[in-house]
């Protein structure tokens, strides 16, 4: 006794499943290639490569003061300022990166639950407040970075203030990229990552 096949779905009972959270979060945009977005793939492709460079010199400062310390015995004082230096703008430039990139921390799932239109504005309402974020560091940062420019690390002999400037540098980035993918909302488009 052989058994039947089962009947072969229709392209109505095809349309008539219901959709899967995986096919709701599926809105393909085009890829944003205006002007302005390609100016911020330049500048969020050389901050991490610029990002990049310094992680490997502070790994050079950390390795040459550890051969200083305790093969030469003599420890270079200058190596641990100065990694500490660099790592404040390599977190500067990630963080930047990582807003462009959409790498920070999100609720995509609750909003992908949303109707089309009440999503577009959630989104434009979450990279306005990164910009508004990015501009309190920008202020901040240039305030502090103004008044600590006096003041010279006895190591390196540069600003204090140039610590501060970290902030001001991660401000304006964070702004400029945030402001490119509201753009990009309001004309449909998608920001794809600059080092893709």
Not at 59 to 77: H, S
Not at 80 to 87: F, G, K, M, N, W
Not at 141 to 164: C, N, Q, R, S
Request: hydrophobic share 55%; net charge negative; glycine share 6%.
């Amino acid at each position: 006794m052989t058994l039947a096949a089962p009947p072969a779905e229709t392209a109505t009972d095809v349309n008539d499943a219901p959709l899967q959270l995986h096919e709701l979060q599926d809105v393909h945009r085009p890829p944003a290639r205006h002007v302005y977005s390609r100016f911020c793939a330049f500048l969020s492709k050389y901050s991490l490569m610029l990002a990049v460079a310094m992680l490997i010199a502070i790994i050079v400062c950390v390795q040459y003061q550890v051969v200083g310390r305790y093969v030469f015995n003599d420890t270079p004082t200058w190596a641990e300022d100065l990694a500490l230096q660099l790592v404040l703008y390599v977190t500067a430039l990630g963080v930047a990166v990582g807003v462009r990139d959409a790498g920070h921390i999100g609720l995509d799932s609750l909003v992908s639950l949303l109707p089309e239109g009440m999503r577009l504005k959630i989104e434009i309402l979450i990279h306005a407040l990164v910009a508004f974020f990015g501009a309190i560091m920008i202020w901040s940062g240039w305030m502090w970075t103004t008044l600590k420019w006096t003041d010279l690390k006895p190591m390196l002999h540069i600003p204090v203030g140039a610590d501060y400037l970290a902030l001001v540098v991660a401000g304006i980035l964070i702004v400029l990229f945030s402001i490119e993918h509201i753009v990009a909302l309001l004309r449909g488009e998608e920001v794809v990552p600059a080092w893709n």
